[in-house]
Nanobody
Framework: QVQLVESGGGLVQAGGSLRLSCAASGRTFSWYAMGWFRQVRGKEREFVAAISWSGGSTSYADSVKGRFTISRDNPENTLYLQMHSLKPEDTAVYYC?????????????????WGQGTQVTVSS
């Protein structure tokens, strides 16, 4: 089992940047492919980005492609989401998640472990 704790959220103006971190503990971090999801209150949780266990493959939602970058530091057991050119519609609670598969996963049901989330608010 792995425990996940997100950090780095906050309030930022449109056009600004934030970097989210997700610290993992428990079982070996590098065994898991990882992902970021986000959720607006009253709406379904949606896929944002995913990365393979090695970091060699990534995938992004169309809405964030070219603005967000997912990365991981396996020796440091940390997942990152660098966000640039933020828009008000990026406002959400952001969750990191781990899946027991080694390859990229985009579906919510493919993930086995979730963090508690961190709020990102982008003002216009």
């Amino acid at each position: 089992q792995v425990q996940l704790v997100e950090s780095g959220g906050g309030l930022v103006q449109a056009g600004g940047s934030l970097r989210l971190s997700c610290a993992a503990s428990g079982r070996t971090f590098s065994w898991y492919a990882m992902g970021w999801f986000r959720q607006v209150r009253g709406k379904e949780r949606e896929f944002v980005a995913a990365i393979s266990w090695s970091g060699g493959s990534t995938s992004y939602a169309d809405s964030v492609k070219g603005r967000f970058t997912i990365s991981r530091d396996n020796p440091e057991n940390t997942l990152y989401l660098q966000m640039h050119s933020l828009k008000p519609e990026d406002t959400a609670v952001y969750y990191c998640a781990a899946t027991n598969t080694a390859s990229i996963a985009r579906g919510i049901r493919e993930y086995d472990y979730w963090g508690q989330g961190t709020q990102v608010t982008v003002s216009s």
